[in-house]
């Protein structure tokens, strides 16, 4: 049997990546007026073309979906140009990259939508604050969807993907995890509803299959991914049974025939202490498709992963936001520069495009 490692091409739906790197979608809030994506992005998002595939920030697929100021979307025909340019440049340099549809649900304040309160499964609120204009502010008791509004959201995220083709993509990846309204319906910590979609674990799954079905219909199932954060116990969410209700989910993801999977399930820090059961192996073994590990992996711990068949692929964030050329930083085991906590979010350049790239000189 032949080992890979991070650096071995991967042949994934219709194209080969370079390698087995994944630039880890981050929100950098730097959208402009309008969250049309900032033309500095496309020096940003080709700084890292050298990563096997790029997977953009969380970008809204409707208004609604907004809960971050500086976030960019993919609704409007601005937005979607914004995007155009960044994609022709990353495509430009070797790199493929997909577009995350994101809808943050109850994570949002009336601020981002004309006083109306934010939307969720239920009238449950999130745990802890939103950064608006105005400075922090305690997440709102949300309003439950109605039976009729469902349908118009999965619409959006179906209208959002074919955005995402018309402005170049290669694909798209849902955000499924971190407390956002995919993963608020998922789980029964967020959603108590009482009808179709809430209650048993295939009413609570409706909808993120509906919203798959729908971007299917546009993509194709060869260039859609999904991720999920089992254990993700942030802004309040929980469930009853994370393997069952992750094993279900990916299951039904499974014979869908998706492109990835991609799993948000920390190596190192509480999370990874803890007693219970990673899922990563679990969903490995229900989903046959790529599966893209995340959740601060190093060099050596990314490659133990890729050699044992744990993961296809292996994601990286602040390592990523920090060194630009961070595969070939592993490739020569240089050292890593430093992230700067006070630029990740906001402002322009700075902490953004200036993180300095080695020199170029042979290894």
Do not use: C
């Amino acid at each position: 049997m032949t080992s890979h490692t991070l650096f071995s091409p991967f042949t994934v739906g219709d194209f080969t990546l370079r390698n087995r790197i994944v630039l880890a979608p981050m929100t950098r809030s730097r959208a402009l007026a309008g969250n049309v994506p900032n033309p500095i992005a496309a020096t940003y998002y080709v700084q890292r073309a050298s990563a096997g595939l790029l997977i953009t920030e969380g970008t809204q697929v409707s208004p609604q979906g907004v809960g971050y100021i500086r976030t960019p979307g993919i609704h409007s025909p601005a937005q979607v140009a914004g995007w155009r340019t960044i994609t022709d440049a990353v495509h430009a340099a070797g790199g493929r990259i997909f577009a995350q549809l994101w809808h943050v649900g109850r994570v949002s304040h009336p601020d981002f939508h004309d006083g109306q309160l934010p939307v969720a499964p239920s009238a449950i609120a999130g745990e802890g604050e939103v950064f608006t204009a105005a400075g922090r502010t305690p997440l709102p008791v949300p309003r439950a969807l109605t039976l009729e509004e469902i349908p118009i959201i999965v619409d959006q995220f179906r209208a959002a993907a074919a955005n995402a083709q018309a402005a170049g993509f290669d694909g798209i990846e849902l955000h499924g995890a971190n407390g956002y309204l995919l993963d608020q319906f998922l789980r029964d910590g967020s959603n108590v509803r009482t009808d179709n979609y809430g209650g048993s674990l295939a009413n609570r799954a409706r909808f993120a299959i509906e919203v798959v079905d729908a971007v299917i219909e546009v993509w194709g199932s060869s260039r859609v991914g999904y991720k999920i954060a089992p254990r993700f116990s942030g802004l309040g969410m929980s469930d009853s049974d994370p393997i069952a209700t992750f094993s279900y989910l990916a299951g039904a993801l499974n014979r869908r025939g998706l492109l990835y999977l991609h799993v948000a399930e920390p190596v190192t820090g509480p999370q990874a202490a803890s007693s219970a059961p990673r899922i990563t192996p679990i969903v490995r073994r229900v989903f046959e498709g790529a599966v893209i590990v995340n959740g601060a992996y190093d060099r050596a711990s990314g490659e133990a992963a890729v050699a044992a068949g744990m993961a296809d692929l292996v994601a990286y964030g602040v390592p990523f936001l920090a060194n630009p050329d961070l595969p070939e930083r592993f490739r020569r085991h240089a050292p890593l520069n430093q992230p700067d906590a006070a630029t990740f979010y906001m402002g322009e350049e700075k902490g953004y495009i200036d993180y300095p790239i080695l020199e170029s000189v042979p290894a």
